[in-house]
């Protein structure tokens, strides 16, 4: 298991996620559609030349899917019992088919859950850079998170 314990996830700890991802004409197109989002903006190379942003952007949702993707590995994987919430999601730059993205993540707060004794809950912010360093998302979110399993006694 790879994820980190409640105990592990001090607040101010920020990590730097080593995986990163190129967004493609694919992804984009595939899960416009599979979410029936028919946004010209997404789909349309004509009608996006026409708006402010002169080409397609990638659809939001999937940015975000991302951005909260990447990290799991390093932060929560078996170690999360859910998505409490997401408190704030920002996308101050578009992101654009070919754009390679590159997340880090900050705990914010953790507290000790008041009804479940094993576990806690703790508040992430993840943040979306493109190659250039741009900003691109911008999200915070509480997750359930479990605490370190109490030792074994071997006898």
């Not at 920020?14 to 967004?23: D, P, S």
């Not at 654009?96 to 859950?113: A, P, Q, Y």
């Not at 703790?122 to 493109?130: A, C, D, K, Y």
């Amino acid at each position: 298991m790879s994820g980190l314990y409640f105990e592990e996830l001090d607040p101010g700890l920020v990590i730097k996620h080593a995986v990163t991802r190129t967004v493609t004409e694919t992804d984009n197109l595939l899960f416009t559609t599979l979410t029936l989002n028919v946004q010209p903006l997404h789909l349309d190379a004509e009608f996006a030349k026409h708006s402010m942003y002169g080409e397609r952007i990638v659809n939001s949702v999937f940015t975000l899917g991302v951005v909260v993707g990447i990290p799991v590995q390093e932060t929560t994987l078996g170690t999360t019992l859910g998505n409490l919430g997401f408190e704030e999601i920002a996308f101050p730059a578009p992101v654009l088919i070919g754009d390679t993205l590159r997340i880090e993540t900050e705990i914010l707060s953790r507290r000790e859950s008041k009804s479940r004794p094993d576990t806690g809950i703790v508040r992430f912010e993840h943040r979306g850079f493109n190659q250039n360093d741009k900003l691109i998302c911008r999200v915070q979110r509480s997750g359930l998170m479990l605490k370190k399993p109490a030792e074994v006694a071997v006898s």
